[in-house]
């Protein structure tokens, strides 16, 4: 059994009047698999964010590999190895698809490494993706599951530990959902730990080696897929939408 | 594919292309020629100082006029202070101009862009009210400033003048190709294309918009500097006047934002004209000109002048 | 302690305020509500004054009577002018450099063109009650302070009214924070945007008009509001009317104080000061909820 990577203790996040975020708390082991799911609003992305540190949580504590997160800026916490994923694809768009890939590599930790390194594990990041022949492309030139992609392999560049992966496969279709499905499987082969936010059932069935499911704002279920969707708890959030 | 210079090798270029620019200006011997060129290479200074963050990293500054005020009234309080070196207030103005671009940047940058350029520009306000109020400093009754004697080689103080702003344009130049080659410009570049996605990529964003804003306002303040000299009466309103703010903006922009070619096509293009309507019609109608051809450029050739030359997105 | 020099500093600071809240609603549309950092809108609002000061001059009428009387020309010209800055900047979508600067230049084009139309020279407008000071205990309320800020508060009063009530108001409202739903409603939100933007060009008049009566008016006079309009939006929260409305008269009293205590070349310092301490410490202003 490998170490309890990432703890969330008491994470709560409220907007003014409106909580997006009631109570939630989840310990994820290093090289997990977990999956997220619920419906619409229940603050799937709030609870992304909060650990990408993109929101600042109006409560609670996050605790990654030891160090707690309070206060750590966003690029901090890439530079410790958490990386993430947007709902819609961010490219640098004045950029090629090299060049993004570049991006997170030549500001890492100071930005210290040499330019040849960069450029290695820049092509070998695409290299994982599926996107060498369109290295030289700018992003207005990609199809919809290439800047998925594109978003993936500018996470996975630094080679991180934990991958917040946003609903990196939501409107795409049947085919390209597996292939995204398989590069996440391959990055996780790799030794990097993956939170899967997403809608597709079963794209986060197979994946998920736990699944957790969050409704208004807090956690009512997490373990085995089979058995967290069974809970009537679940069957009720989602058929009583 | 050609292989664009390395900085080194580029620098190089700049400062024989100066030099060369100097002795051919040498030959001429003309006062007017040196006061005239003077204005130019100032705003080549001041369109590459602005393009370093507008035009990189995206950052609008409205305030150009409160850093080259500063500038100018540096060189004022040095030399009542008896320093009148025209070296040591170049270095103080930098300093100063400097400091207060931290200083800024350190207040606004982590709030949206927008109001970063509302900032900019009520610290321009602001800075003239001060001036304007420092009654050593000569207040809004103005100062007068008398020109220093030139080194051995030149001629008059007004190549003195042009000598030194030809040098601070090079060096700008220097300093902005450098940053835009560097990681620093790609972060840049970042920043501007999308800072959250930036930020998320590892890029430290806050402290680069503060070397940024630190880098843009010392050259804005190197420009001041001199002017004091050039002036030889300064004041605060002509000072602080914010036909430096839209000429700054308009130059970068018509040149062509995000390369370093651009503020000096920009500042050649519209200073000369510039020069040329000043003596044929009126200033005011001059700064309209500015305005309006800003104006249409921002609705027509948002990429400037450059961006119709070469039509790819990128430099 | 002068009790006496200290209320009537209170007054003539809530008296300004009221003024400065006319003078900061366009922004409010037109920041708060579409977004759009308009910083020519002093400028449209000293254009307002100068064209009003023309007509009033000319026909021999009241400065606000003729203010209100171009309203409708001044809305159709914010009405056209949104629909220039929708069609080149909001759709292009890297909008942020190139609209800001747009609204630069315009700024300065319009003060510019004033300049050289009029001249450099301040003007203002004498009417029957310049001069006429309503003596309330030991209250001073001079009426050239006291009718621009009733025409503040008329305007705010009507204008929320307006916003909830009608139809029209409520889509302009709403199209700062939903435009699909206005889609699902048959409305076309660029319409709505540019009627809201008129609306606030239209204010701008009428917050001109105000303007000749407070203080001497040359083409550059936008430039010292910039930062009061700006300051008092943001500190109001940026969308609100009453948030407008409050942080105005805190803005106003306190520019007031200073320029009497302290001295009034300093009270512009207060204005952008404030402005700044405001982005520096809460950004979402004052009265946001």
Redesign the interface.
Known sequence: MSAIQLQVQGLQMRF??FTAIKRIDLDVRAGERLGVIGPNGSGKSTFVNCI?G?LVPTAGDIVFEGQPLKGV????R??RGIS?T?QLP??????TVL?NA???L????G?RMPMGEVRDRADRALERAGLVDKAGA?PDRLTQVELRKLELA?AIA?DPSLLLADEVMAGLASAEVDEVLDLLFEINEAGTTVIMIEHIMRAVTRFSERLMVIVAGERIGCGDPAQVLAMPEVERAYLGQ | MKQPLSTPRFSLCCLVAALAVAVVFRMAGSEYLWFSAYVVLQYILLATAWNILGGYAGYVNFGTAGFFGVGVYTSVLLSKLGVGSLPAMILGAAAVAGALGLLMGYLTLRLRGAYFSIATLCLAVLLQTLVTNWDYLGGSRGAYMIRPQPPAMLASPVEYLFVAMLAMSALAVCVARGIERSRIGYAFRAIRDDEVAAESSGVPTFRLKLLGTTVSGALMGMAGAPAAYYSTFVEPASAFGLAYAVNTMAMALIGGLGHWLGPVIGAVVLATVQQVAMVTISSDFNLLLVGLLMMAFLIAAPKGILGLIRPENRP | MDIELLVNTLVSGLLLGGFYALATVGLTLAFGVLDVVNIAHPAFMVLGAMVAMLCATAAGLDPVLVGVLLLPAFFALGYGFYGVYFRFFEKRGDAAIQGLAFFFAVMFVIEVSMSMALGPEQRQIETPYSWTTWQIGMVEVPLRMLVPFCLGMAVLVALSRWLRSTFIGRTVSAVGQDQQALRFVGVDPVRVKRIAFGIAIAAACLAGSGLLLVQPVDPWSGHTYIGRVFSICILGGLASLRGTWLAALIFGVLENFTSTYVGPAWSLAVAFGLLLLTLLVRPQGLFAR
């Open positions: 003014g009047g990408a993109t800026p966003i690029h901090q890439a530079w993430r947007f961010r490219p640098f768009r004045s950029m060049e570049c991006m997170p030549m500001n890492h930790r930005g700018l500018k630094t």
